[in-house]
């Protein structure tokens, strides 16, 4: 009887639009980063181009749509890549995408400290 009220209650939450949401993971994201984006950027930094680091006052003024969505913005850029940053559509799924876009926010709220 359980089971089948658990299937009923499933269906429903389908039926009404109900998605489960998942928020990302920070730690997953630091990881991801160490792996990925830390020969270029560690402390939020920029190796190839000194101006435009991973910290807020930077990606505010360099990443487009930045004040709008931080997180989407930042998955957009490691998604699609510009200029010397390669796309990572591809190498990373997109959970290790939005981890990492969710580290490189949260570090960029702390000033990378």
């Keep these: ?17 109900a998605a489960p949401s998942f928020a990302a993971d920070v ?14 950027h560690m402390g939020g930094g920029n190796v190839v181009n ?18 709008a969505d931080h997180e989407a913005a930042i998955a957009h850029q490691v998604t699609n890549g510009k200029n ?10 997109d959970t290790d995408i939005a981890d990492v876009a969710a580290y490189v926010e949260d570090m960029a709220s702390k000033g990378w400290a």
């Design 50 to 67: 000194a101006e435009r680091t991973l910290k807020a006052d930077a990606l505010s003024a360099y990443l487009a749509d930045y004040n």
């Design 1 to 17: 009887m359980r089971r089948l009220l658990s299937l009923f209650a499933l269906c429903l939450a389908l039926v009404l639009g």
């Design 27 to 40: 730690a997953h994201g630091a990881q991801i980063f160490s792996a990925n984006c830390a020969a270029c």
């Design 84 to 93: 010397a940053m390669p796309a990572f559509l591809g190498k990373l799924n």
